[in-house]
């Protein structure tokens, strides 16, 4: 049963009985031997729980795995003053844990598990383009190879050793998924909540965690939903939840990143209304570069570039700019053409185009109360 408040740190008191466990020698042994002596023998510890003391020899032989609600029966039957010392030296004994008796498992797990830096990149990558399912199955998919082989890493460091299964896109086959086994789901659950389809949020152990974990969790998040802009200098950012668009927005401030309004684009019949934003600017996107930043080579290589070409619309790229889209739109008045160009409707931007209006580039005129924008043909 999942707990209702997401926790620090997991351990196996916090997994349900249905999560199986198989301990190391010579713990294993020991720990059978000193419940069967507090029972009175073997037998009678297994007369107790209705099985057969070749069970009890399968589970102390490690032939088979344990499960926590048969654990938790055991420790029971340990004097109250020693089960959490006990606890302790079972949990640090673990060799392989997983959900249910033929789930795949996880080798020599790192519990308890403790929220951690590499946590939040994870939980970056399973709110963008991952995801945890009904069933617990954790997945990621992505066509960047470098990014799969992170966020294995990433799943290694944090939980142990496990091995997940991938398969490519029949639809296309440079998008690559790859899933992980249900003990993975069950425990990154316990620290993010339900991260499936409309269920998808940032947990508030997330808003709440320190700037390098905020800071890799945004790295993450934008490595599979942003997007560098070479022309207009720009990074965008498009979700499908409005509430993460909003919350990320104000951790980007925490970092003292501005960020453009939200624009909404309308769906189809196969995709939801989505949300979006841009950074521009280049105090912003300086302090994006060395305070986030992308891991995602083809986005960082990117960046580098407009950062080291950035000009901040200079006057003849400014010129083509402003000239192709009123070429593409025909007329726009000062709201449009600024939302064309990415650009906020500031006085600068109305005295770039007063300029280019008496240079002759571009023409006005008025619309009812409106001034508009346009060039001849």
């Given amino acids: 049963m999942f707990l209702k408040k997401l926790k620090t740190e997991v351990s196996l008191q916090d997994l349900p009985g249905r999560v199986y466990i198989r301990l190391k020698e010579p713990f294993r042994f020991e720990f059978f031997n000193y419940v ?90 399973i709110i963008g383009d991952g995801g945890i399912r009904k069933d617990l199955i954790a997945r990621y998919t992505n066509q960047c190879d470098f990014l799969h082989n992170q966020f294995m890493k990433d799943i290694l460091t944090a939980l142990g050793n496990v091995k997940p299964s991938s398969y490519r896109h029949a639809d296309n086959k440079k998008t690559k998924t790859i899933v992980f086994p249900g003990i993975v789901g069950l425990i990154l659950t316990k620290f993010l909540g339900r991260q499936r389809k409309e269920f998808k949020h940032i947990p508030e152990i997330i808003l709440h965690s320190d700037k390098n974990s905020k800071s890799l969790f945004l790295r993450a998040l934008f490595d599979d939903e942003g997007s560098v802009n070479i022309s207009p200098y720009t990074i965008s950012f498009k979700m499908a939840s409005k509430k993460i668009i909003g919350l990320i927005k104000e951790l980007l401030m925490q970092f003292d990143i501005k960020t453009s309004k939200t624009i ?105 109360r409106f001034k508009i924008y346009f060039v001849n043909y």
């Avoid at 004097?79 to 789930?103: D, F, H, S, Y």
């Avoid at 305070?291 to 083509?320: A, C, S, V």
């Fill in 36 to 125: 069967a002596k507090r029972s009175g023998s073997m037998a009678k510890l297994a007369a107790s729980f209705g099985i057969t003391c070749q069970y009890i020899h399968m589970y102390e032989k490690g032939v088979y795995s344990i499960p926590l609600r048969f654990v938790e029966k055991l420790l029971d039957i340990c004097p109250k003053n020693e089960r959490n010392e006990i606890l302790n030296k079972l949990q640090n004994n673990v060799e392989e844990i997983k959900l249910g008796p033929k789930g795949n498992p996880i080798i020599n797990p790192k519990l308890p598990i403790r929220f951690s830096p590499t946590l939040a990149q994870i939980a970056g990558h």
């Fill in 264 to 368: 909404k684009i309308k769906g189809t019949q196969t995709q939801r209304d989505r949300y979006q934003f841009y950074i521009s600017g280049k105090a912003n996107l300086e302090r994006f570069n060395s305070e986030i930043g992308f891991d995602n080579p083809m986005q960082k290589e990117k960046l580098n570039i407009l950062l080291k070409k950035y000009w901040k619309y200079q006057t003849e790229e400014f010129r083509t700019m402003v000239i192709k889209s009123l070429k593409e739109n025909d007329k726009m008045n000062f709201s449009e053409l600024a939302k064309k160009l990415n650009r906020k409707t500031t006085s600068r931007l109305r005295q770039r185009l007063i300029k280019l209006e008496k240079e002759g580039v571009i023409n006005t005129g008025m619309d009812g």
